[in-house]
């Protein structure tokens, strides 16, 4: 084993958050070491799949839209460093019945922050994004700043960044285990021991078992995705003509997709997979049901896409908490460590902002966004 190294502070797992806060970590000019148990741009967890979509009418809740809205800051900052192309605005429809969740949710964060939006009728829908053709009862609403990313690329950046202003990353070297020492911690892996100031635990859906004390309110869902190639009006669907979109096909369910890229037209439903009690133990084998699920979904809004062959499928995880919002707390007991798990299958747009939120905090104990619905123990009041 080789002699203890020292750092300021140590990322484990480097994921979209992961990845993010080492950067703004080197950013900070701070010593920071990030470990990740699988090769780089592995699919095992959250971090893959070619696109994310980004939105700024946040249905979930306006609290997010000052989150989106600085995400979307250093997304660009992040390309001009990098020279990569990472977000590509296609504008975004949020559809559903006019009293539904994502419409009101959608108009309630516009209009409380003064954003940008357009309310359309399925006609206006369909001669504007021909594919479209919603039922009669549907309205939708358009985000012109909505669009995706692509995650591999992401992440890709937000690395070489880091390893060029100094951060470190280790790649294959799973955590076995890691202890509060002092005001510092100590973690231990199969290759070395190393001690930090702070610790930051954002490994996804193996958080939980990171800190098995705390039982964190975390569940780990399967999500199943589809590409699927339509046969007719293939251009309907091309980027400039399709937008990202949700639609909330019944009560409180959604499905969700996105416009033509090498891999197909890429389609999921929300939040319809099975609880996995442990995520190195997955079916990564997606069933006939599951795309049927999905074909009944489109079929209100997207008639052609609903019937076409399905090109590839794959399946990541959710890590999901009760009410869906994020964690970003300090433990409890060790104010050195930091428990990162800003998940619910909707995080992924918000990881550039987060990683400079959490390197804030592990430099300065402090951020410029109000992170009070993001604590551990909100659910216990």
């Not at 990030?34 to 592995?42: K, R, S």
């Not at 949020?94 to 959608?106: A, R």
């Not at 999905?294 to 999901?320: G, K, Q």
């Amino acid at each position: 084993m080789k002699d203890t190294q020292h750092y300021k502070a140590i990322v484990v797992g480097l994921g979209a958050m992961g990845s993010a806060t080492l950067y703004h970590l080197a950013q900070h000019g701070s010593r920071a070491l990030g470990l990740e148990q699988f090769a780089a741009g592995h699919t095992r967890g959250s971090s893959h799949g070619d696109s994310r979509i980004i939105r700024e009418t946040y249905f979930e809740h306006p609290l997010y839209v000052p989150l989106v809205r600085r995400a979307h800051e250093l997304w660009r900052e992040l390309e001009r460093r990098s020279g990569e192309s990472l977000m590509t605005i296609t504008g975004g429809l949020m559809i559903g019945p006019p009293d539904g969740m994502i419409i009101s949710g959608t108009l309630r964060s516009a209009v409380e922050h003064g954003l940008p939006h357009s309310i359309l009728s399925p006609l206006e829908v369909h001669e504007r994004f021909p594919a479209f053709e919603l039922a009669d009862d549907l309205v939708a609403v358009l985000d012109p700043r909505a669009g995706f990313l692509d995650p591999e690329a992401c992440n890709r950046a937000h690395i070489k960044a880091a390893l060029e202003l100094g951060g470190e990353a280790r790649f294959n070297e799973p955590v076995i285990d890691w202890t509060a020492e002092g005001d510092g911690v100590r973690v231990k892996t199969e290759a070395a021991e190393y001690t930090a100031d702070r610790l930051v635990l954002s490994a996804g859906a193996w958080n939980r078992s990171m800190v098995p004390d705390l039982e964190l309110p975390l569940a780990v869902e399967r999500q199943a995705v589809f590409w699927l190639d339509p046969e007719s009006d293939r251009s309907h669907y091309d980027i400039g003509r399709l937008p990202i979109y949700a639609y909330e096909y019944r009560a409180g369910n959604i499905c969700y997709g996105f416009p033509r890229l090498p891999r197909g037209v890429k389609a999921s439903v929300m939040h319809a997979g099975e609880i996995v009690p442990d995520p190195d133990n997955v079916n990564r084998v997606v069933d006939s049901a599951e795309v049927n699920s999905l074909r009944a979904a489109l079929e209100p809004i997207l008639p052609a896409l609903a019937v076409a062959p399905v090109r590839e499928s794959d399946v990541c995880l959710f890590t999901n908490t009760p009410d869906h919002d994020f964690i970003i707390d300090f433990h409890p007991f060790l104010p050195q460590v930091l428990i990162s798990s800003p998940c619910s299958g909707h995080g992924f747009k918000f990881s550039s902002a987060i990683g400079e939120i959490q390197a804030d905090l592990l430099t300065t104990g402090k951020s410029a966004f109000d992170l009070s619905p993001f604590r551990i123990g909100r659910s216990a009041g």
